[in-house]
Nanobody, 123 residues
Framework: QVQLVESGGGLVQAGGSLRLSCAAS????????MGWFRQAPGKGRDFVAAIRWSGASTNYADSVNGQFTISRDNTKNTVYLQMNSLKPEDTAVYYC????????????????WGQGTQVTVSS
C-alpha cells in the first residue's frame, strides 16, 4: 500500500503561482511513477503531469505544458507540482497518484490516490 497526502492548494489570483506537494508513505516511493490529475466541478478527472520513478522523464497535458512543472525528491518521498501563471480555468481539485511501471496518462492505470487539494484561481 502507498498512502498519498496532497497539500499546498488554496486561493490565488490569476497570474499567481502555487506549489503543490504530495507526500507518500508506505511502500518504496522511488519505485513508483507519479502523476497529477485535476477535476473541475461537473467534469471528469484529467491528466495534468506525470514523472518517471527516477525523475528522468516527464509528461504534461498540452493545456499546462510550459506552465506547470512536475518534480520529485525520492529522499523525501515527495512529488511536487509547480504551477505558474495560473488561470481561472485551472480551478479544480488536484490529485496525486502512484503506479508501478511506466508513466501513463490515463487515470485508470494508477493504483493509489490522494484525497485531493483544492486550487481556486480568481479572475
Amino acid at each position: 500500500q502507498v498512502q498519498l497526502v496532497e497539500s499546498g492548494g488554496g486561493l490565488v489570483q490569476a497570474g499567481g503561482s502555487l506549489r503543490l506537494s504530495c507526500a507518500a508513505s508506505g511502500r518504496t516511493f522511488s519505485k513508483y511513477a507519479m502523476g497529477w490529475f485535476r477535476q473541475a466541478p461537473g467534469k471528469g478527472r484529467d491528466f495534468v503531469a506525470a514523472i518517471r520513478w527516477s525523475g528522468a522523464s516527464t509528461n504534461y497535458a498540452d493545456s499546462v505544458n510550459g506552465q506547470f512543472t512536475i518534480s520529485r525528491d525520492n529522499t523525501k518521498n515527495t512529488v511536487y507540482l509547480q504551477m505558474n501563471s495560473l488561470k481561472p480555468e485551472d480551478t479544480a481539485v488536484y490529485y496525486c497518484a502512484a503506479k508501478s511501471g511506466t508513466v501513463v496518462v490515463g487515470p485508470r492505470w494508477y493504483d493509489y490516490w490522494g484525497q485531493g487539494t483544492q486550487v481556486t484561481v480568481s479572475s
